[in-house]
């Protein structure tokens, strides 16, 4: 195109106020503006063969074991069960990033594949770094059928440092069609993110083409906006577009522009520019690539005769509508939700029943149920269907089982699922998702420099001056603590916060030395540290680089859990000598009118009970400060790792605390597992201090300062509360659990609980009834 064009073309758009690069039907270059940014790949002198590609298909199954599948020669296939042994299957499950097998299986137990079956007498050793090294009769050579294909059972532990998980039953063939985008054509939606409205394109060698829209289909344009995180898709003005169209083809045709040989470079181009025609979805596919789709013929007379390429509009779920201009909102559901997730659109999927949360068991969890819930959140459909309680345990019922959901329903409630017993299912098998978001990008806004690796260093901020220039700036450390470095942790994309960091001083690698952001406040569940609370002026009263703030991110993150039950039946009250509270004393566990006591004469009312705590997260909960800085209590002959473990509070129906008691960590220990989990921390002999994943810390009611003083307390009825880790001194994936509540009647003689729940255990409902009491009057039984 030469300059005179250039120039036409550019005045035509600003009078339209509107911005073609070229035109609709232009085959785009890669490195043109997108909607996300995409590198270029750098050749290569010789063309490498591609690597093989291994997963794990079939039903019924784990994320980590069934029918094994090779992608060769663009065709999937699968492996015959002669000759079949472990060292095989150690060989494929390593491929696929598990770090041994446990089994393999015969005779199609995870049902029959299709295709080619691409080995046959396949013979490993076992250390092969994949499964073309080893013996076999040679690719596609068998004398089996469908009936033989082999499976895998592996170990549910990942290779340190893989990242890539088996997409569940994708029925993806990636070399058909790999990425799709949105391309906006108005000017005034290029500048706003999530791009919902435009041109469907789909990578095609080193740019990017366009679908033709003959038989376009509402179908096809759910499917599309589903996987670019969109739940739902809306009407487009296809008129509007083609006038675009026609007064592009017009200026293509004026007689006062010169045809030169750029210009038939340019329509030489457009010959070739629709890859697709005839997309024929059904509206639950989660992937363009799983619809019927024919590509154009290079040598096609006419690529969409009659037609123009596919326009469609998405509509965004309420998280990603804050820039969208939409009047019309999305109710998403009050009876799902996602837990223990990184990332936003990401959980183990729970379910609300007579105002109780519970989970769901995997069993058959696949693609298109777990779709469903992704769109009724607000998400897209989904990009993972996770089992084996890969998003952690939940606590509480398991209410679904073998969801068989077609795709197409409003809700998991409006599926097919069958009755739950508890030979069934257990928690080790709570189903989760990972769903399709719109890109916001909100990563190109912060970054964290000068770390040993790339989840950890000091938090930089892009600011722009009144006149638009941007530049790198640091937050103020002042303040700054878990909950914010969760936050920053979440939109770098790096997972959880380790921990929040206030001072830097030995991670100073960068040039940056401004202070632009103070006084950071987040509740932690933010997506962006824009969204969070901050000084409209910077105020910081250390404001030296050394001390601004940093984040150390971590993929996995605990998560502790109260016993709620135990507590409830092991509650009892105990009246207790004075001279046999000095220690306790010492280490302040009793009311402050204790210290008036004629010691050591007298005694002190006690309410007792056990306290179970469960870490049911992707990590070990281990304590913030390191053992050189543990305090060693003679008194009681151990070390105090965190100075506040739990906080122990008697509530009147106001919430206002009446009587309290504290836990420092005596010792935080593995006092007993599930099975087949094996207990790491002990605190005897200055051990190692920590609860294991799948393990428990058991506080029985006969250890002291396992109690709350209520020697001063009058009869009535209160609410006992229990928070765990109330500092958020370590981090966990979920801190809404972290409160147990109970109702609290006491007499003057004996105390009962009722309704003890952790903190998000019921529906919003179930709780305003429980701070509710009938009868009470100022704290005494009317």
Known sequence: MDKSRCKQQLVFSLLLGLWLPHCLTQTTPSNTATSKPTTTPTPSPSPRPERLKVRLSGYPRKHNEGRIELFYKGEWGTICDDDFTIANAHVLCHHLGFVSATGWTHSAKYGKGQGKIWLDNVQCHGGEKSIEFCKSRGWGNSDCTHDEDAGVVCKDERIPGFVDSNVIDAQVDENKVEEVRLRPVVGVAKKKLPITEGVVEVKYKDGWAQICDVGWTAKNTRVVCGMLGFPHERKVNKNFYRRLKKRAAEKVSRPKVNVSAGGRLYLERQKNNFHLHSVACTGTEVHLAACPLEFNKPNATSSCAGGMPAVISCMPGPLFMQNSGLKKKLKISSNVRLKGGAKVGEGRVEVL???????????????????????????????????????????????????????????????????????????????????????????????????????????????????????????????????????????????????????????????????????????????????????????????????????????????????????????????????????????????????????PYGHRRLLRFSSQIHNIGRADFKPKAGRHSWVWHACHGHYHSMDIFTHYDLLNANGTKVAEGHKASFCLEDTDCQEGISKRYECANFGDQGITVGCWDLYRHDIDCQWIDITDIKPGNYIMQVVINPNYEVAESDFTNNAMKCNCKYDGHRIWFHNCHIGDALSEEAERRFEKYPGQLNNKIS
């Not at 599926?415 to 998702?433: F, G, L, R, W, Y």
């Not at 878990?482 to 040039?511: F, H, I, P």
């Not at 509740?523 to 910081?540: D, P």
């Not at 940093?550 to 109260?562: N, P």
């Open 353 to 599: 029943k007579d105002n109780v949360w519970g989970t769901v068991c995997d069993d058959r969890w696949n693609l298109l149920s777990a779709s469903v819930v992704c769109r009724e959140l607000g998400f897209g459909s989904a990009k993972e269907a996770l089992t084996g309680a890969r998003m952690g345990q939940g606590m509480g019922p398991i209410y679904m089982n073998e969801v068989k959901c077609l795709g197409q329903e409003r809700s998991i409630w409006d599926c097919p699922v069958k009755n739950i017993t508890s030979e069934n299912c257990q928690h080790s098998e709570d189903a989760a998702v990972r769903c399709n978001v719109p890109y916001m990008g909100l990563e190109t806004s912060i970054r964290i420099t000068g770390g040993r690796t790339r989840y950890e260093g000091r938090v930089e901020v892009l600011t722009s001056d009144p006149n638009g220039t941007q530049s790198w700036g640091l937050i103020c450390g002042e303040n700054w603590s878990t909950k914010e470095a969760m936050v920053a942790c979440r939109q770098l994309g790096l997972g959880y916060a380790n921990q929040g960091l206030q001072e830097t001083w030995y991670w100073d690698s960068s040039n940056v030395t401004d202070m632009v952001m103070s006084g950071v406040k987040c509740m932690g569940n933010e997506m962006a540290l824009s969204q969070c609370q901050y000084h409209k002026t910077v105020s910081c009263q250390r404001a030296a680089a050394k001390f601004a703030a940093g984040v150390i991110c971590s993929e996995t993150a605990s998560d502790l859990v109260l016993n709620a039950s135990l507590v409830e039946q092991t509650v009892y009250i105990e009246d207790r000598p004075l001279h046999m509270l000095y220690c306790a004393a010492e280490e302040d566990c009793l009311s402050k009118s204790a210290a008036k006591a004629n010691w």
